[in-house]
């Protein structure tokens, strides 16, 4: 009899293509990229300080693959009447292991399933149904199940304390009203698995929906870089749908594919904008609204950027689960118009929380006077704030600074500036080389912020990383984090050439 776990099945009901590739062709799946491994360090973490609320427990050791000494294991295990950790069961084709089995009165078990995300997910609920009904068609008698995960209210104070770390709720209503629909959805994916051949599935939400699926750039390949799903405010639903049509490129779009709600809802204006610059091949502007945002950037010019990390495990005291810690920035001043910049930066090193350091530089170097300009401004205002609240002789200074800022981003989010290089994107990856034509972010090794964090906590955090690697990722880093400035500086010259009859220097 086939044993499906518990990620087969997950991935089972997500596509169908998915699951017959796991068991037909394992060799097309691709291998965890850095981010998904990361992701997967996260959760074996949170799931160590999980199992520190169950002292005593035994933990079920042995290859993943060998259900049946897994089970023959968990069952002897069960006669000490002591928290499990991944213990094994399975009957009628389903097979799981659960986070933590608890022994609870007349002869029962909980099933605890713990989670590094901050709330209770539909996926979650069909997780632990495929647990319990594996554990019950194996004889088990279970009594309630949990899904504990991430508090992120928690606030750390001197060491980690697992209790107020994790939220635990009581799903076992959730899970009974799932679990009817477990032996039907085996019997599909088993019989998806049996095909012939892989079955044909069109593209679609499910592609990264609940997770981000390992077949996907095999499956969008027969996109072109400006198909619909590029369109700035459309639905997916939406884009999906003229894909199926056979609508694959922005320029064989018209405003008659779409319903007047849609148009509604996504604004006419931003949808014809985007199709206009797709059919001429060239920028749209709004010469008025591009020449009223750069009234407001006043001298000397402070082009600032931030990179931050973030733990569901807080590292620091001060610090909740996933708060975005700043770890470096880039910084060019321009003191007067034709000016040459002038580049400061900071990047952390050591393991103490970088946060005092951070604001003492960053105060240093912004002065008193003259606009601060972010891209996307409400980030960094948010981290100077956050770390303002907990280091409190900063408080002054902040109220008074943060009234400086101006954000970049806003000519472009509201299209009074759209390239058709963009490709519906209003982010600094899209905007630079389009507005610039040059080569943007693609000939950097590190070239997007996540990739940016991963990287700094690996060097940083990480273990056996040798001091040539450390110095030579840390100027990766540099490069990264200071192009994002200078960049600003070159869009903001792009759009006073574009309209310098309109601007009047402040």
């Known amino acids: ?61 042995g290859d993943p693959w060998k259900f049946t000494e897994l089970m023959a294991k968990t069952r ?36 605890v399933e713990v989670k590094s995300g901050t709330e209770v997910k539909p996926v979650n609920i069909r997780d632990l149904a495929l647990q319990r009904f594996a554990a019950e068609a194996d004889g088990l008698k279970i009594g ?37 629909n477990v ?44 198909s619909p799903l590029q369109i700035a405010g459309l639905p997916k639903t939406e884009a999906f749908r003229l894909i199926h049509e056979g609508k694959l490129r922005l320029v064989e779009i018209d405003e008659a594919d779409l319903s007047k709600a849609v148009l509604k809802k996504m604004g ?37 950027d931030f990179e931050t990390f973030q733990s569901a495990v807080p590292m620091f005291d001060d610090t909740r689960p996933y708060q975005q810690v700043p770890f470096q920035f880039s910084l060019h001043v321009v003191p007067a118009a034709g000016a040459a910049p002038e580049h400061h930066s900071y990047l952390a090193e050591g393991t103490a929380d970088p946060r005092p350091e951070f604001l003492a530089l960053l105060k240093d170097r912004l002065g008193e006077a003259g606009s601060i300009i972010c891209y996307n401004a409400a980030f960094e205002r ?69 990739q940016a964090a991963l990287e700094y906590r690996r060097i940083t955090f990480g273990l056996n990383v040798d001091s040539a690697e450390k110095a030579n990722v840390r100027g990766q880093l540099e490069r990264y984090c200071g192009l994002d400035t200078e960049g600003m500086i070159h869009i903001v010259a792009a759009l006073e050439t574009l309209v310098a009859p309109v601007v009047v220097r402040p």
């Not at 295990?77 to 084709?93: I, S, T, Y």
């Not at 981290?383 to 000519?411: C, G, H, S």
């Open 183 to 226: 032996e039907p959805n085996l019997a599909k994916i088993l019989a998806d698995i049996n095909l012939p051949a892989v079955p044909e599935i069109r593209i679609g939400p499910q592609c990264d929906d609940p997770f981000f699926c390992p077949l996907h750039d095999v499956c969008w390949s027969f996109l072109p870089d400006d």
């Open 382 to 450: 948010g981290i100077v704030k956050a770390a303002a609240e907990v280091l409190p002789e900063y408080k002054n200074w902040w109220q008074k600074t943060e009234m400086r800022f101006v954000d970049l981003l806003d000519p472009f989010r509201k299209f009074a500036y759209y390239h058709p290089g963009q490709l519906g994107s209003a982010s600094l990856k899209a905007v630079l080389p389009a507005i610039t034509g040059g080569p943007g972010y693609k000939d950097l090794e590190i070239c997007e912020g996540g």
């Open 76 to 111: 002897e295990a069960m006669k000490k009447r002591v928290p499990l950790f991944e213990a094994a069961f399975g009957a009628k084709n389903a097979f799981a292991r659960a986070d933590i089995l608890v022994p609870v009165e007349a002869g029962a078990w909980d099933i």
């Open 268 to 304: 006419s204006l931003r949808f014809g904008l985007q199709i206009k610059a797709a059919k001429t091949g060239s920028p749209v502007l709004q010469p008025e609204k591009i020449g009223a945002f750069l009234k407001k950037l006043a001298y000397p010019r402070f082009f600032l």
């Open 144 to 180: 309630r199940c949990f899904l504990m995960h991430v508090d992120n209210t928690y606030v750390r104070h001197g060491a980690i304390e697992a209790e107020k770390l994790f939220a635990k709720e009581d799903v076992t209503a959730e899970v009974a009203a799932e679990i009817v």
């Open 1 to 61: 009899m086939r044993l499906i776990s518990k990620s087969k099945y997950l991935s089972g009901l997500q596509c169908s293509k998915l699951i017959w590739t796991f068991y037909n062709r394992k060799e097309d799946i691709p291998p965890a990229d850095p981010a998904t491994q990361a992701m997967f360090d996260q959760g074996h973490d949170v799931g160590a300080w999980a199992k520190k609320l169950f002292p005593g427990g035994v933990e079920i050791e």
